[in-house]
T-cell receptor
């Protein structure tokens, strides 16, 4: 299983860009990188997934360097409502197995005025 | 579309009692999961099911059992609850069991064991 390491917490202010970096040094060839967001008192929800280079959707961007040993979730112009826990996960795209994904403790992002 | 529903929303339970947490999905997903979330420990996998009729143990399975009689339902049972099982429990599902597949989570059940 590819282990991920991300900061425990980050603070930001409204309107700023936030970048959360996750390291996954032993990522395997078939692994994809997925980020989830969890608001208080809710279950996590998928926000973005990528394999390499850059992926962008209406919520965030995901930057993955060529060696894929890390990834950076970028949230443009955050607002108070972006205060949440963000989880970085690495998972196989080919091999089944429900026990092969680990959420860990995530990064608590706090956005202030 | 409901997605995943969980019941009850919250429950206070006396130690030693039996409790079943219910989880139902209407997306016809093959894989389902049960997690518990505790402060400082993140989300930990309790049990999972790759497809109807099969189940497997996750990271913290002791004290819990599951069944998967059909595609839609994945109940989690605490045979004899203990205070250390006080937690928030989340059920999730994904279309397939490959780890990279998106998991969809229910709203959670907050369980307190006294």
């Amino acid at each position: 299983l590819a282990k991920t390491t991300q900061p425990i917490s980050m603070d930001s202010y409204e309107g700023q860009e936030v970048n959360i970096t996750c390291s996954h040094n032993n990522i395997a060839t078939n692994d994809y990188i997925t980020w989830y967001q969890q608001f208080p008192s809710q279950g996590p929800r998928f926000i973005i997934q990528g394999y390499k280079t850059k992926v962008t959707n209406e919520v965030a961007s995901l930057f993955i360097p060529a060696d894929r040993k890390s990834s950076t979730l970028s949230l443009p112009r955050v607002s108070l409502s972006d205060t949440a826990v963000y989880y970085c996960l690495v998972g196989d795209i080919l091999t089944g197995g429900g026990n092969k994904l680990t959420f860990g403790t995530g990064t608590q992002l706090k956005v202030e005025l | 579309i409901a997605g995943i529903t969980q019941a009850p929303t919250s429950q206070i339970l006396a130690a030693g009692r039996r409790m079943t947490l219910r989880c139902t999905q209407d997306m016809r997903h093959n894989a389902m999961y049960w997690y518990r979330q505790d402060l400082g420990l993140g989300l930990r996998l309790i049990h999972y099911s790759n497809t109807a009729g099969t189940t497997g143990k996750g990271e913290v399975p002791d004290g819990y059992s599951v069944s998967r009689a059909n595609t839609d339902d994945f109940p989690l049972t605490l045979a004899s609850a203990v205070p250390s099982q006080t937690s928030v429990y989340f059920c999730a599902s994904s279309a397939s069991s490959v780890p990279a597949d998106t998991q969809y989570f229910g709203p959670g059940t907050r369980l307190t064991v006294l």
